[in-house]
T-cell receptor, first 112, second 117 residues
């Protein structure tokens, strides 16, 4: 099946710093989502980005499908950005379309 | 409104108990999902319902029994669980679960933290 690797696995930042999280996938995909899981377990949908670049406030994401990676940029990080960031790509099931397969995750800690 | 509501938030049960987890959405989504997440691991897909019919069962043990009574509601019935089943159980929904990728965007509930003693 498709392999989805994220890097770095762990990241500690000082508040106000910028960071780049990477998601590599082993096969071509036509869909990709980025999620943030807060310390209480809630998964928040950040971006649906099968290709190109999107921005939402201090966050932006870029997917280069032909090179099989996606990047999530966090600028001017805040303590509320702490948590685990997952990318998820579709895995095709016969006759039932695509279901999401989550990457390994990046655990981010932002310290004041 | 992009809310998926899960109850209860926490559940402690013994290995002989029977309990149920509940998930509700009112976004008109026709696909609903159960995921299991162990600590420091990504969510793993358990079941998918599409138009109230079970479309995917990821070889989940029969002690987990899903039910979709209507398009807004998804239950997970638990019976004779093992301590290794302790985990965060997440529910999600999307417009559809088919090949129209823009309809696959998933929205998650806050989860139920389950402890099996």
């Amino acid at each position: 099946g498709i392999q989805v690797e994220q890097s770095p696995p762990d990241l500690i930042l000082q508040e106000g710093a910028n960071s780049t999280l990477r998601c590599n996938f082993s096969d071509s995909v036509n869909n990709l989502q980025w999620f943030h899981q807060n310390p209480w377990g809630q998964l928040i949908n950040l971006f649906y980005i099968p290709s190109g670049t999107k921005q939402n406030g201090r966050l932006s994401a870029t997917t280069v499908a032909t090179e099989r990676y996606s990047l999530l940029y966090i600028s001017s990080s805040q303590t509320t950005d702490s948590g685990v960031y997952f990318c998820a790509v579709p895995r095709r099931y016969l006759n039932t379309g695509n279901q999401f397969y989550f990457g390994t995750g990046t655990s981010l800690t932002v310290i004041p | 409104d992009t809310e998926v509501t899960q109850t209860p938030k926490h559940l402690v049960m013994g290995m002989t108990n029977k309990k149920s987890l509940k998930c509700e959405q009112h976004m008109g989504h026709r696909a609903m999902y159960w995921y299991k997440q162990k600590a420091k691991k990504p969510p793993e897909l358990m079941f998918v319902y599409s138009y109230e019919k079970l479309s995917i069962n990821e070889s989940v043990p029969s002690r987990f029994s899903p039910e979709c009574p209507n398009s807004s509601l998804l239950n997970l019935h638990l019976h004779a669980l093992q301590p290794e089943d302790s985990a965060l159980y997440l529910c999600a929904s999307s417009q559809e679960s088919g090949t129209r990728i823009a309809k696959n965007i998933q929205y998650f509930g806050a989860g139920t933290r389950l402890s099996v003693l």
